[in-house]
């Protein structure tokens, strides 16, 4: 099993839609958590960091569920600048701020 | 701002033939990190190094080395390419071992193994 995992996509959505990835982590002691966004045949750029209480950054919300070990992140009123691959990140236990990255999912914003 | 600058951004090599991709980073870092990243497989960790003086092998080390110089630099060697190793290279880094913190990427190094 993959230490995360993600649904490849990919996500075709209409401007102004909601749309909403899950992640899975294996590693049930991981201790933080983030989202990174990357654009095609660019380097990956942090979006954010999801927090045990959830956290929100304008249209963007993530949610960290520890029982059942997945991570969301949800996008209102998309904009076609979204579009993007978006990477679920997790550090897991042993320090050294190790970071393992999922496949990441494609969305694809349309008129 | 700098931040993290990788040379160079593409590579064609022949199998067999020997190269090092370069990193430096500018914010004062700890860490640094280098990745490969492959159609369907997302960013894989192939060697960091948690601070400056160490080095620890990540998830795939076959086929590479790795020198940490200083704290600003750190260089990924291929000693021998193979074809296995088509993919893009991104080097990374981040303020501290341990703790939450955000990693910085360079544009990342495009390789091609014929």
């Known amino acids: 099993r993959k230490e995360v995992e993600q649904d490849p996509g990919p996500f075709n959505v209409p401007e102004g839609a909601t749309v909403a990835f899950n992640c899975t982590y294996s590693?049930?002691?991981?201790?933080?958590f983030f989202w990174y966004r990357q654009d095609c045949r660019k380097e990956p750029k942090l979006l954010m960091s999801?927090?045990?209480s959830g956290n929100e950054d304008g249209r963007f919300t993530a949610q960290l569920n520890r029982a059942s070990q997945y991570i969301s992140l949800l996008i209102r009123d998309s904009k076609l600048s979204d579009s993007a691959t978006y990477l679920c990140?997790?550090?897991?236990?042993?320090?050294?701020?190790?970071?393992?990255f999922g496949a990441g999912t494609r969305l694809a914003v349309h008129p | 701002n700098a931040g993290v600058t990788q040379t160079p951004k593409f590579q064609v090599l022949k199998t067999g033939q020997s190269m090092t991709l370069q990193c430096a980073q500018d914010?004062?870092?700890?860490?640094m990190y280098w990745y490969r990243q492959d159609p369907g497989m997302g960013l894989r960790l192939i060697y960091y190094?948690?601070?400056?003086?160490?080095?620890d092998k990540g998830e795939v080390p076959n086929g590479y080395n790795v020198s940490r110089l200083n704290k600003r630099e750190f260089s990924l060697r291929l000693e021998s390419a193979a074809p296995s190793q088509t993919s893009v290279y991104f080097c990374?880094?981040?303020?501290?071992?341990?703790?939450?913190?955000?990693?910085?990427f360079g544009q990342g190094t495009r390789l091609t193994v014929v």
């Open positions: 990140v997790v550090n897991p236990p042993g320090g050294y701020n190790k970071l393992i």
């Open positions: 590693n049930s002691a991981s201790q933080s």
């Open positions: 190094s948690a601070s400056e003086g160490t080095t």
């Open positions: 914010m004062n870092h700890n860490s």
């Open positions: 999801v927090y045990s």
């Open positions: 990374a880094s981040s303020e501290r071992p341990g703790g939450v913190a955000e990693a910085f």
